[in-house]
């Protein structure tokens, strides 16, 4: 069966910095493209960042410059390095696994709170 377990959010206050990880077991995603999702109250979901096999990465623009996601095949799991946080981060977030589709994805985590105060 697989799981996809995130972790790492919380409260912070703004420009602080948070490192999500979101690790997978059940199978292997060395092969697919990651990503992480968020979702703010009153909100659709969208796409914060995604990482393919190759390590080629994609970013919402409202969070260039401030987030990074990286993966580590060794270990199964994929991170998203936040920085220069703003309140309009908070959110859940969400990791996700093997895209099948524009912003689909096999794979969903339960998602982890992150809030971030001014």
């Known amino acids: 069966q697989v799981q996809l377990v995130e972790s790492g959010g919380g409260l912070v206050q703004a420009e602080g910095s948070l490192r999500l990880s979101c690790a997978a077991s059940?199978?292997?995603?060395?092969?697919?493209?990651m990503g992480w999702f968020r979702q703010a109250p009153g909100k659709q979901r969208e796409l914060v960042a995604h990482?393919?096999?190759?390590?080629?990465?994609n970013y919402a623009d409202s969070v260039k410059g401030r987030f990074t996601i990286s993966r580590d095949n060794a270990k199964n799991t994929v991170y998203l390095q936040m920085s220069a946080l703003k309140p309009e981060d908070t959110a859940v977030y969400y990791c996700a696994a093997q895209r099948i589709g524009k912003n689909e994805y096999a794979y969903w985590g339960q998602g982890t709170q992150v809030t971030v105060s001014s």
């Open positions: 990482i393919t096999s190759g390590g080629s990465t």
């Open positions: 059940g199978r292997t995603f060395t092969g697919s493209t």
